[in-house]
């Protein structure tokens, strides 16, 4: 299961985020966890580069990209090679909305957006959708004309 898909700019305020299977109590510790980590480790390292972590049995994959940090957190058939698909499809995603690489203004100014493709990405904890193409008619906020 997918257990948390949060991005953050490089301060450490989180800009987005989505949990799934995790309780609230526990959230607050994931939050600082991640942003913490983020902070010991992104500082030079390049876009799209990803690291990898492993905390309480669960897998991290994280990457900076422009401006802002993407952390994807999973466990069971969700390891670091799944994980790393995922933040794939995240980066390109926004980097689409965006149309380059993301300042923390432009990736606000995209944000409804932004979340709309990270909803049709991630579905209750599942990688659902993995094709760029599919993901942009998804997100396309016009009504469907056919059914």
């Known amino acids: 299961m997918l257990l948390a898909?949060?991005?953050?700019n490089s301060e450490g305020n989180i800009l987005?985020?989505?949990?799934?299977?995790?309780?609230?109590?526990e959230r607050l510790h994931w939050r600082s966890f991640l942003v913490k980590l983020g902070a010991d480790n992104l500082k030079g390292v390049k876009n799209?580069?990803?690291?990898?972590?492993s905390h309480k049995s669960v897998y991290i994959v994280y990457t900076v990209l422009g401006d802002v940090s993407i952390f994807v957190v999973g466990k069971d058939e969700y390891d670091e090679l799944a994980l790393s698909e995922?933040?794939?499809?995240?980066?390109?995603?926004?980097k689409d909305v965006c149309g380059k690489v993301p300042t923390e203004r432009l990736f606000l100014d995209k944000y409804g957006k932004i979340c709309l493709?990270?909803?049709?990405?991630?579905?209750?904890g599942l990688?659902?959708?993995?094709?760029?193409?599919?993901?942009?008619?998804?997100?396309?906020?016009?009504?469907?004309?056919?059914?």
Not at 16 to 23: H, I, L, T
Not at 133 to 147: A, C, S
């Open 117 to 124: 493709c990270l909803d049709e990405i991630v579905w209750k």
């Open 5 to 8: 898909v949060l991005v953050a």
């Open 86 to 94: 995922a933040i794939f499809v995240i980066t390109s995603a926004v």
């Open 48 to 53: 799209e580069e990803l690291l990898v972590a």
């Open 16 to 25: 987005v985020e989505r949990f799934n299977g995790v309780p609230a109590e």
């Open 127 to 147: 990688l659902e959708n993995t094709d760029k193409d599919r993901i942009k008619r998804l997100v396309r906020l016009k009504p469907p004309t056919e059914f």
